[in-house]
């Protein structure tokens, strides 16, 4: 009896000693930050890839996927369109786990995308923020357009409008400077968001950036 007891003893120490290695791997993952500076360019990394036809597809297997189902630990966080023309896992050659992605049309902003965006900085320690427009946003058009539009779609042309605005104010192409507008007006949003977003911004923990998605050639570039 004494024997079986001593035994018992042992699987159950050597199972809580598994589970503590396990909790102390998955800390040390968790404290591991991946700087903006590094996430941006493994970003800028996979745009290129895609636009020069040599995607890599990584973090897609199968392994990835049963180690994500314990947590997420995504690098940069992505507002863009909805626009099926521009995924951005495909168009930044990322997989399973690497990028926190919220869509809406016309990429705009209200408390559930804020919501969503400060969820992945403060839970889950992200360090970039890109807002991502693109060309020929159909969200943007609709609301340089004007004219009668349906009820919920208005709440998004209504949110772009100061973005029509400025670009009523410039040369070139109202639609084109108004989807740079827009996310710019974006961007400043998060920047001054408080208490999350704005605070780290200011602390120098957060970076928060805006990007043009080109539908011809598959580039995307800083917007200025």
Do not use: W
């Amino acid at each position: 009896m004494k024997k079986l007891t001593k035994i018992l003893y042992g699987v159950l120490m050597s199972a809580l000693l598994v589970s503590f290695i396990s909790l102390t791997a998955l800390a040390n993952e968790n404290s591991t930050t991946v700087t903006a500076a590094t996430a941006l360019q493994r970003l800028n990394d996979g745009n290129q890839r895609f636009v020069d036809a040599k995607m890599l597809h990584p973090d897609q297997t199968t392994e990835q996927r049963i180690k994500l189902a314990s947590g997420q630990h995504p690098f940069a966080v992505i507002l863009t369109c909805s626009d099926s023309r521009l995924a951005p896992e495909i168009i930044f050659d990322q997989g399973l786990g690497d990028i926190f992605v919220v869509r809406v049309a016309g990429n705009i902003s209200d408390d559930a995308v804020l919501g969503s965006v400060e969820y992945a900085v403060e839970h889950l320690g992200v360090t970039l923020v890109v807002v991502l427009g693109h060309k020929s946003c159909g969200a943007v058009s609709a609301a340089a357009s004007g004219g009668e539009i349906p009820v919920h779609i208005n709440s998004l042309t209504n949110a772009i409008k100061p973005a029509i605005a400025i670009a009523k104010t410039q040369k070139g192409d109202l639609v084109d400077n108004a989807v740079r507008a827009n996310v710019s007006l974006v961007v400043q949003q998060f920047n001054n968001s408080k208490p999350v977003l704005a605070e780290l911004v200011h602390e120098g923990k957060l970076k928060i950036i805006g990007e043009y998605y080109d539908l011809d050639d598959g580039t995307v570039r800083p917007i200025n």
